[in-house]
């Protein structure tokens, strides 16, 4: 199943749906509605046993999130507040949408663990220092002491080459 | 300023070409890719423009092959074979930039540096005298204490890198007042490091408000930025000087990295050739988000082709650095992390 979002084609093959999330026009067949007060990731695909998150950010300037690698406390402030701005984006996206979901899914229907993919056009060093940080704070897994379920199974901050080596069956390319 | 490196059959080496940027050359590679073999080379041929030693002699001291045997450093094969060493330089000559080489034969039956063959334009290169320095990973500044007198009178099983470092950091203060812009990289050290750096009796110790403390006692990333110093203050690292530097990243914190890249990129603009090699993604970060648009920097990257024969690479944008070990490295690191997370989903 192709879909097309934010420049990228993605190919989910086998998947039961894949879609556009956030819905602007009235007369989409899967309009949001709620896009005033609910952030949303940009596409959801429904997998037989896995739900999908998918985010697309794909940055003109990556270093401006570098602020490891800054070379001014300055800077490095700055870089730190946009990374703060990616991840709070980030984290709100998947929450709104998830409780989106909840709040459109027929009563009984069972859940499916929720997996989060973020394609970043990041380099490799800089995905790993953000992507734990991005799990800590959906949180992913069994976070909270008194949690019985999960959110999110897992997140994953991945670039287009990670992506293709990652997942040689769900083929991605630029339109 | 050294122009390009040649070699054939040499240590890990079958064939390599690589023409040198003037200003930084950033070398990167897995282990054993060699490139602390092309740093030791660029050294010897700088070091014989100042020295008595020959170019055959340089190279067996500081690469110190079993027995001292030179042909050992030719490339190993089944048969017989030869191997050499070309390094170029461009020189003034009456007005005229000239290129000049410096080269070195030898088979692998070869035993004494005196039996290697040495061609090229050897007085002229003694003619242009070439300062250098080589620092290597490991710190030798607190072990300096009586290692000269060793090194000299005993045949102690150091390559000569580590005693030449020393001898390099004991040369003289330069007379005169220290110039502006080598103040400025000294100020910039002095900040990081919370004090400067003294030597009594062949030890070198940093003074800082708090008292002088002994080397040894140092933190080896310190220790690493007191040897910058001694050797921007003593006048070894001035324009037309060349500086090699073995993994400086090692047992440095990120935040001394980024003093560490400011003082490489600054002696570069001085006038410095500078040539280091690295395995570290944020030391090559630094690079890439410090230097300028003006700066003259070159990444090189060697790597093992599908014949497992060493290749050189070289790119003036790190983004463009391919193949990129490091990255790679990093890559592959996320590759297994997403996979722990997604099991055979995407497969």
Redesign the interface.
Known sequence: MKIQADGFEFDFPGALDAYVFDQQAKIAPRFHGLSHAMKAVDLVVE?PT?TLFIEIKDFHAP?DY?F????TADQQSKRRQSVNHLMNVLVHKFRDTWLYRWSERPEGVPDKPV?YLCLLTL???L??VL?KELRQTLPVGMAGPRWQRELGV???M?NP??WA??????TLRRI | MLDHIKLERFTAFEKLNLSFSPGLNIIIGENGCGKTHLLKLIYAACDVSTSQKSFAEKINRVFLPSGEQIGRLVKRRKNSSTGSVEVARKVQVDGQTKTIALRLSMSNHTKEPAKATISGAFKQWQEHPLTSVYIPVKDMMANAPGFRSLYSLRHIHFEEVYADIIDRAFLGTLKGPTDKDRKSLLDILQQSMEGKVISRNEEFFLKSPQGELEFTLLAEGIRKLGLLWILIQNGTLLDGSVLLWDEPEANLN?KLM?TVV?ILIELQRLGVQVFITSHN??LL??F???VKTQDKVQYHSLFRDADRNLQVASFTRYDDLQPNAI?DT??A???R???Q??GE???
């Not at chain 1, 490891?68 to 070379?71: D, L, P, V």
């Not at chain 1, 080596?165 to 769900?170: E, I, M, Q, S």
């Open positions: 997998l896995d270093d570098n490891k690698a800054a070379t997996r380099d490799n060093g995905l790993g992507n897992s997140c994953s991945l080459q990670r080596t990652a997942f040689p069956a769900w | 990120p980024r400011e993604y944020n970060k630094e890439d988000l410090q990255d990093l890559g690191l996320a590759d992390d997403i996979r997370q997604m989903l995407g497969q």
